[in-house]
């Protein structure tokens, strides 16, 4: 088979997380190494607004030691988006310049690193392309600290976010147990429909420091139980952790978040939450008398790049490299996906998800990973989120400060 | 000189840093290393209270690897208070209380941990000891995250939340910095009086992803300039980090979190703070119109040791080890401080402050460290407190989550 010839895009979409940069180096570094197949390879400003509006940067000219830096910067160094594109039968003049800027560029290869609605857009995109015989590889690279991608085990960025909240957690228990004064604390993880990190919150207590209630949008939220709960734990402990997601909804399917004013709505629908911890935190000082703290990990949790998983960020990376070896051998229309054996030591495998099985689908918490009493995680979700925050951060410090990745972004011409 | 042979007792008092325990592991191998001066060594149950109710551990049992682990473990490992002595000219009976404590354990080395507060205690134990010629070596070890002592050039936990605070900003600017829609962030530090926490948020400026604007409690604040201010580089720049101090104060003294209900007094009198951040957030999303996330730090910037300075902690067991070398030398009555030479590069050197100099004091941000405008801090500042956040923490890690110590915490029979 002749391998197609031609240059390669890549670009980053939805909220960033603190390996969403490793997956871009691998992406970069493995193109790089085939200048025979892929002369050149892009960046896009703004994810897929960077495409629309012709806003690219040629990553050719970029330092290679850069690149390597970008496994321990956080964020989208290319800049990211939330720009949602029409549905191609209803209005396809999106569509049409996008395939303008491919044509225009001698684009092959195109790579978009996101989430569900990411993971829609290049879905959209590889079907547009694949009706009007522009012959492209279109490659999903799977990112999200929300971990709620369909048919992959975990996601990039999970790792490193569950890793942050749950050594964070196990720091405060120990400032929260220095006092010999009862208290409450607390803590609001992401996830707007998805538990995943509310939960990670749990691995804090397998070194014995965890939170004590652990609440995820999975379970319908009964506040009532939940100071039932708090005031019990309080009573044998003198010191209660808490946990939630964000999204938490009560049993009439209302947001708790939602008692707050500043609600908006982003271009997807979704509702824009936080919160939670502080309402929560009045609530339980108004019922329990005690003093309380109400502490969201807001935006640290998904930057928190100094505190990444070594894990999450090798296969960041190996999810970059391998979606761009296996588009050289064919693929496309897929998602790079992670699998792992059933049985024995962890090790992660990279599948080929088809995008249309992607998009759009949420992957929540098992109900039998939730335990009865819908206040914490089991055993199983300890041994599935366990190895995903194994490893040290691969940063360098200069000043005490992390060397974060400078690039060039010199536009295309 | 003999040397006065007798037991050691050591406490933590006050709000509790990462790097309390590097302190206490000084204080703890130090000590066992004389067992021909200080046959036994002893630690108190939460502070000063532990005294009082003879509840006392027996540090001499535990692990020597244990007591090593301690400088990777944040928060007061022994336990903290924030119990206030009396005047012992208007009542005496608590240091009746200490005094029949110390003469039942033969302590003749009394250390205590903590801030002005427990430089406070420090001093009047020290007093009384010597009024009623009980011949015992009375030691204050700093400790603060708000870098407030007196007479020291700094306090061991100021580097290691500076180094948090920094980091983590650097971090959320990457995020910030990812869209390209407008927004204002606004992070607020721990400092009630004293703005070394927000300042040193400015370190993060030396990579060039720090704060833009910066207020500290030294200047008074006024919205409106700081609306304008906001205006301004949202103009410019399309982001604004916005670094504050908890304790902020208008023109005519009302701390700006005081229009909160939840404001409560802890038992020296100052006043519980919070949510300024959460406060400005609402202020600048209804004036700026404009997308506000304020991210306030909260407990998370006193315990994380995982992102300690190397420095802080070194010098933290070195305030430790080298009071009670001191002690056993004869120095009484005096807190262990910092002093580094006027020029060339940064070296900490021991001093001996006098305790009632320390006592009740609180050392403030120089008023020319800080901008004309009072909106950040000058290079003056920077060069401060850049060398302080040096250097990696000393952890190390199982299941990707910190080992940290574990005391048998045995009491004193």
Same mark, same amino acid.
């Given at each position: ?9 890549? %670009? ?145 960025? $999970? ?61 319908? $939220? ?45 271009? $997807? ?67 790079? %996906? ?61 000043? %005490? ?13």
């Amino acid at each position: 088979m002749t391998k197609l010839k031609g240059n390669l895009i890549f %670009g980053q979409s939805g909220g960033p997380t603190s390996v969403i940069n490793s997956s871009a180096a691998g992406v970069f570094l493995e193109a790089l190494e085939h200048p025979d197949i892929i002369p050149r390879v892009f960046g896009m400003h703004h994810g897929i607004e960077g495409v629309l509006n012709d806003d690219l940067f040629d990553i050719s000219q970029e330092d290679r030691q850069e690149l390597e830096y970008l496994c321990g910067t956080p964020s989208s160094i290319l800049g990211t988006c939330r720009y949602k594109l029409a549905d191609p039968d209803v209005d396809d003049s999106d569509y049409q310049k996008i395939l303008a800027i491919l044509r225009k560029y001698d684009i092959r290869y195109f790579f978009y690193n996101g989430g569900n609605d990411s993971m829609d857009t290049c879905s959209k995109v590889s079907r547009y392309l694949r009706k009007n015989d522009y012959d492209c590889r279109v490659i999903g690279i799977p990112k999200t600290i929300d971990n709620d991608l369909f048919g992959t085990d975990h996601c990039p960025g $999970f790792g490193s976010a569950a890793r942050y909240i749950a050594t964070s957690i196990a720091e405060v228990w120990h400032d929260t147990h220095s006092y010999n004064t009862p208290m409450v604390v607390i803590f609001e993880c992401m996830g707007r429909h998805a538990g995943w990190l509310a939960g990670a919150s749990a691995l804090a207590g397998v070194i014995g420091h965890g939170p004590d209630l652990v609440y995820l949008p999975e379970v319908p $939220f009964d506040q009532n139980k939940m100071l039932e709960d708090a005031r019990r734990v309080l009573k044998e402990k003198n010191v209660v952790l808490i946990s939630v997601s964000e999204g938490i909804m009560n049993r009439d399917g209302q947001l708790v978040a939602e008692q707050l004013s500043t609600l908006a709505t982003d271009a $997807f629908g979704h509702k824009q939450l936080g919160g939670t911890a502080a309402l929560l935190a009045d609530l339980v000082a108004e019922e329990l008398d005690v003093k309380v703290r109400g502490i969201e990990f807001s935006l640290l949790q998904r930057a928190a790049a100094h505190c990444a998983s070594g894990v999450d960020i090798e296969e960041a990376v190996l999810a970059g490299r391998t979606g761009v070896r296996a588009a050289i051998d064919g693929a496309s229309g897929v998602m790079m %996906g992670y699998a792992r054996p059933d049985q024995g030591p962890y090790r992660c495998d990279i599948i080929h998800i088809p995008l249309e099985e992607v998009a759009n689908r949420e992957k929540r918490v098992p109900l039998d990973w939730i335990n009865a009493e819908g206040n914490g995680v089991t055993a199983d979700f300890i041994d599935y989120a366990l190895p995903l925050i194994e490893g040290e951060p691969h940063q360098i410090h200069e000043n %005490g400060l992390p060397r974060f990745a400078h690039l060039k972004k010199i536009a295309v011409r």
